[in-house]
């Protein structure tokens, strides 16, 4: 008896993988031309848009009726090569004629990532952790002028932390402010595990410089907790125990991202975000951000006009286009591209993650940003065929 249960899961093992595949490949596909910017692209695995490449590719969403999309090709921005060399084929090349053409040909546009390349992150002799020059990024001219040619044709905007802040010129970004309705506070903000430079080499060495320029050159930080720094590099940070009762930001989801988007009502987010003022009266509010201060904390947050709660996934979705802005890296997760070949691999899930670490953003790929991004993509699909 026990040698046939061995058997059996020797069987699953190898055959079930298979069986996977087999129904992922027999899945038909559907075409959804999409383009993607991203301007943050250090190595051709586009770790910026890994993500919704992921959620194409498993939802079999093509960019013709055959060809699936290519992660390292089929968007606009940076590309890297080897030896240090690149190639830019960002919108900012096309002609207003061409972004015509572009908006008409796209069913959707997302904007992954605008922060960019710098000189210390493209050659590698250079402090990673220290800002310097930029090689490319911002949100241009021609991106805006884009955006205004998809909103009017009603389609598909999908965009995410970092689209407007820096290093976005300031009358672009009013530009996209006035054109959603969603405006930037100048905030964004990370949590740390440890605070501790000398623990944790992930600390931005800027950060702590501007931190102790108004702090009396001090930096006495060693527990876990969360910074926010704004647009004039001021820098203010809660603190594990002294300013919050939990380290952790968490997303918090209403009834109808729930029901409507498949989204938890609470999921722990340890990465960048930005602080965002949508208006309500155009826009609806799916999730927020919620930060665990204490009244010590609180304090600290009102000092700097900071809220302790602001929109992670603001929506407008109406006959006159369909927006969404994503207040986190929501696309950059640690996963692999490899398993979106395989169907129904959302059921092993708990195997791609362990939540006694707090650090890890595979869980917020497979609980949120998932079944987020697909139940957008069904339902949008759904609108172009009828």
Same mark, same amino acid.
């Given at each position: 008896?026990?040698g046939?249960?061995?058997?059996l899961?020797?069987?699953c093992i190898v055959?079930?993988?298979?069986?996977?595949?087999?129904?992922w &490949?027999v899945? =038909?596909?559907?075409?959804?031309?999409?383009?993607i910017?991203?301007?943050?692209?250090?190595? *051709?695995?586009?770790?910026?848009?890994?993500?919704l490449?992921?959620v194409?590719?498993h939802?079999r969403y093509?960019?013709?009726?055959k060809d699936a999309?290519d %992660?390292?090709?089929?968007?606009f921005?940076? #590309?890297?090569q080897?030896e240090?060399k690149?190639r830019?084929?960002?919108?900012?090349?096309?002609?207003?004629? @061409?972004?015509e @053409?572009?908006?008409?040909?796209?069913?959707?546009i997302y904007f992954t990532d605008? /922060?960019g390349? /710098?000189?210390n992150?493209w050659?590698q002799h250079?402090? &990673?952790?220290?800002?310097?020059?930029?090689?490319?990024?911002?949100?241009?001219?021609k991106? %805006?002028?884009?955006?205004r040619?998809?909103?009017d044709? $009603?389609?598909?905007?999908m965009a995410e #932390?970092?689209?407007?802040?820096s290093?976005?010129?300031?009358?672009n970004?009013?530009q996209?402010e006035?054109?959603?309705?969603?405006?930037?506070t100048?905030w964004?903000?990370?949590?740390f595990?440890?605070?501790? =430079?000398k623990?944790n080499?992930?600390?931005?060495?800027?950060?702590?410089?501007n931190?102790?320029?108004? $702090?009396?050159?001090?930096?006495?930080f060693?527990?876990s907790?969360?910074?926010?720094?704004?647009d004039?590099?001021? &820098?203010t940070?809660?603190?594990?125990?002294?300013?919050l009762?939990n380290?952790?930001?968490?997303?918090?989801t209403n009834?109808y991202?729930?029901?409507?988007l498949?989204l938890?009502e609470?999921?722990?987010y340890?990465f960048?975000?930005d602080?965002?003022?949508p208006d309500? *009266?155009?826009n609806?509010?799916v999730?927020?951000f919620e930060?665990?201060?204490?009244? *010590?904390?609180?304090?600290e947050l009102k000092?700097y006009?900071i809220?302790?709660e602001?929109?992670?996934?603001t929506m407008?979705? !109406?006959?006159? /286009?369909?927006?969404y802005y994503?207040?986190?890296?929501?696309?950059d997760?640690a996963i692999?591209?490899?398993?979106?070949?395989?169907?129904g691999?959302?059921f092993f @899930?708990?195997?791609?993650y362990s939540? $006694?670490d707090?650090?890890?953003?595979?869980s917020f790929?497979? *609980?949120?940003?998932r079944?987020m991004?697909?139940d957008?993509? !069904?339902d949008?699909?759904?609108?172009? @065929?009828?």
């Amino acid at each position: 008896m026990r040698g046939r249960i061995i058997r059996l899961i020797i069987i699953c093992i190898v055959f079930l993988p298979l069986l996977m595949w087999v129904v992922w &490949v027999v899945t =038909p596909k559907t075409k959804l031309v999409a383009a993607i910017i991203d301007k943050t692209v250090l190595t *051709k695995e586009g770790q910026e848009h890994i993500s919704l490449n992921w959620v194409l590719n498993h939802e079999r969403y093509t960019k013709t009726s055959k060809d699936a999309y290519d %992660i390292g090709h089929d968007y606009f921005g940076f #590309f890297p090569q080897s030896e240090e060399k690149f190639r830019i084929k960002g919108l900012e090349r096309f002609s207003l004629n @061409q972004l015509e @053409q572009l908006s008409i040909d796209a069913d959707m546009i997302y904007f992954t990532d605008t /922060y960019g390349i /710098y000189n210390n992150e493209w050659y590698q002799h250079r402090n &990673v952790n220290e800002r310097s020059g930029m090689l490319y990024g911002g949100l241009s001219n021609k991106d %805006i002028e884009i955006l205004r040619l998809m909103k009017d044709k $009603h389609k598909l905007i999908m965009a995410e #932390f970092n689209t407007i802040g820096s290093p976005t010129m300031s009358e672009n970004r009013t530009q996209f402010e006035n054109m959603f309705k969603l405006k930037w506070t100048g905030w964004t903000a990370r949590y740390f595990n440890n605070l501790d =430079p000398k623990v944790n080499k992930e600390i931005p060495q800027w950060l702590i410089r501007n931190y102790k320029k108004s $702090h009396n050159n001090r930096w006495p930080f060693k527990r876990s907790g969360i910074a926010f720094v704004n647009d004039n590099d001021q &820098v203010t940070i809660l603190e594990d125990g002294v300013h919050l009762t939990n380290p952790l930001p968490h997303i918090i989801t209403n009834n109808y991202g729930q029901e409507n988007l498949s989204l938890p009502e609470k999921i722990k987010y340890p990465f960048w975000f930005d602080v965002m003022v949508p208006d309500q *009266k155009v826009n609806q509010i799916v999730s927020k951000f919620e930060i665990s201060a204490n009244e *010590k904390g609180l304090k600290e947050l009102k000092k700097y006009g900071i809220p302790s709660e602001f929109p992670a996934v603001t929506m407008h979705r !109406d006959r006159d /286009y369909t927006f969404y802005y994503f207040s986190g890296d929501f696309s950059d997760n640690a996963i692999n591209i490899t398993s979106s070949y395989f169907k129904g691999v959302s059921f092993f @899930q708990s195997f791609f993650y362990s939540d $006694h670490d707090p650090m890890e953003r595979a869980s917020f790929f497979w *609980k949120f940003y998932r079944p987020m991004l697909t139940d957008i993509l !069904d339902d949008y699909n759904e609108t172009l @065929q009828q």
